[in-house]
């Protein structure tokens, strides 16, 4: 294929999260931000100055990054010159649908100037609602998602990673190859709207037909680390961690038993995984007696040999150096030298291994102004009207703000 360019108004994670996809599969992604800039760039550690930090770098290695002002008359024309002028394949954004027509991001608008342009957006609810903010916790709140996670008797919790926003990226960057087939086969481009919401409820596809199936409300709600009808498959302490054990099947707990370390949780009561959910927490806690006397090591051992399902509890640090992981590791060089890790591509896509590192705010704004065409005195007098922003200007408007 040839190297596409997308040109992606972005913020936050999710459209960043889908368009670092499309970087590991060698297109060119142009990252365009207000002068205000991205929030996100300043949450972590700083790697690379006070605007890239280390929340911000991971979506981000392997773009440009251009500031205009698409508030501003000038800006808007600006950005209509470098779709024109680059040629640009895809074009996404991730800000809220009302604003579309007034920033002059609209499709309507940027189709007209290239019929084979792609479009896609990410926000809360889609266009039906063009003024709701898109939060990925709010929507885990609104959509079920707290409410099923979390211990039985404790309050809900957020999941400990964003995935409505990763699923949302996702969709658009699937959408958005869907939408390159077709434009290889009709020669002409399309629209993508990506809500948030939608795609979140889409996953919940476990959940809903239980709720005209008659399931109790037990079976609807937060279960901590235990699987709602298989018994038992749950976290268990061990002397030295955490461990977790999954049992899928009445013979898989004959294997269990027959395990010396874990033979004195043999009951009749227990042999059918009926049995087995009426005493769910008598069982869970002789299983717990079993599994607390040795360390993690030696109950995976027992347990493995057996061929059960288990696995160690760990932390990210240290699942990031297992060894079926710790080789399928991106890295990108920070500017002070230090090599940092970023996780694998999601399939093996024949991207390289190292990518570099994520941009300055405004760092190729004026090269990408240019090679739109515009002329030097052109690109001068964006900067000098606010409606561009390049690496010096940010540089001097942050040392005003210090």
Known sequence: ?????????????????????????????IRVEAPAGDPNRRIGAPLGGPDR?????????????????????????????VIRGLEVDV?????????????????????????????????????????????????QAQLGYMDVTGPADGPPVLCGLPLIDLKAGDELFTQVLALLLRRERTGTGGRSDISMARAAASWLVTLVPMLDAG??????????????????????????????LAIGSDRQWALLTSIPAFAEVADPSFV??????????????????????????????????????CAPVLPVSQAMEEPWVRGLLHR????????????PAAVDTGAPMEFPFAPSQGE???????????????????????????????????????
Not at 335 to 342: E, K
């Open 1 to 29: 294929m040839t190297r596409l360019t997308v040109v992606s108004l972005e913020q936050a994670l999710s459209l960043p999260y889908a368009t670092s996809r499309m970087v590991q599969l060698g297109w060119r992604v």
């Open 53 to 81: 930090c280390a929340y911000f770098v991971g979506p981000n290695v392997g773009k440009e990054a251009i500031t205009l002002d698409l508030a501003h008359p000038q800006g808007r024309q600006a950005l209509h010159r």
């Open 91 to 139: 074009f996404c954004c991730n800000t809220l649908p009302s604003r579309y027509a007034k920033l002059g991001i609209d499709e309507p608008t940027l189709r007209a100037m290239s019929p084979r342009l792609i479009w896609a957006g990410i926000s809360a609810m889609g266009p039906e609602h063009p003024d709701v903010p898109g939060y990925d916790p709010a929507l």
């Open 215 to 244: 399931a109790p409300p037990e079976e609807l709600t937060r279960s901590g680390s235990e699987h709602r009808h298989f018994v038992p498959s749950n976290v268990y302490p061990s002397s030295d961690g955490f461990l977790y």
């Open 272 to 309: 059918r995984n009926s049995g087995r959910k009426e005493n769910r927490p008598k069982l869970h806690e002789r299983i717990a007696a079993c599994t607390r006397r040795r360390s993690t090591e030696q109950n995976l051992d027992d347990l493995r040999a057996a061929g059960l399902v």
């Open 332 to 343: 990108t060089v920070a500017p002070d030298g230090r090599s940092i890790r970023l996780p």
């Open 364 to 402: 190729h704004t004026e090269r990408i102004l240019r090679e739109a065409g515009l002329s030097a005195e052109e690109t001068s007098a964006l900067l000098d009207a606010g409606a561009a922003q390049g690496l010096a200007g940010r540089e001097r408007g942050e040392q005003v703000r210090r």
